[in-house]
């Protein structure tokens, strides 16, 4: 069975940045496609970024482009979301989900397997 612990969320000052890390274990039939999805309170979860884990292919959502990335280490079995620059409509919870395509998707309901999520808060 796949598992995705998140890690790296904190309290921060808008301008700052953050890197937050995604450990997946197990299988990789559904983590072939890695992505982050972020819920603010009161809103629909959103897509963030997503990177093909084989091919490092990526795409990344327009209201972060520029100011985040999406990279994987194959050595720790790893997935990270640098974020700089960080904005206050940044503050949400941050998760890690895994899907069996071979192409982005961009659907939370496409992606099979997802972390509990690690918690980013931009204040001044």
């Known amino acids: 069975q796949v598992q995705l612990v998140e890690s790296g969320g904190g309290v921060v000052s808008p301008g700052e940045s953050l890197r937050l890390s995604c450990v997946v274990s197990?299988?990789?039939?559904?983590?072939?496609?890695m992505a982050w999805f972020r819920q603010a309170p009161g809103k629909e979860r959103e897509f963030v970024a997503a990177?093909?884990?084989?091919?490092?292919?990526?795409s990344i959502a327009v209201p972060v482009k520029g100011r985040f990335t999406i990279s994987r280490d194959n050595a720790q079995n790893t997935v990270f979301l640098q974020m700089n620059n960080l904005e206050a409509e940044d503050t949400g919870v941050y998760y890690c989900?895994?899907?069996?395509?071979?192409?982005?998707?961009?659907?939370?309901?496409?992606?099979?397997?997802w972390g509990q999520g690690t918690q980013v808060i931009v204040s001044s």
């Open positions: 990177i093909n884990w084989k091919t490092t292919g990526s």
């Open positions: 989900a895994g899907a069996g395509t071979t192409w982005i998707v961009y659907r939370a309901h496409e992606y099979d397997v």
């Open positions: 197990g299988p990789s039939d559904s983590t072939k496609i």
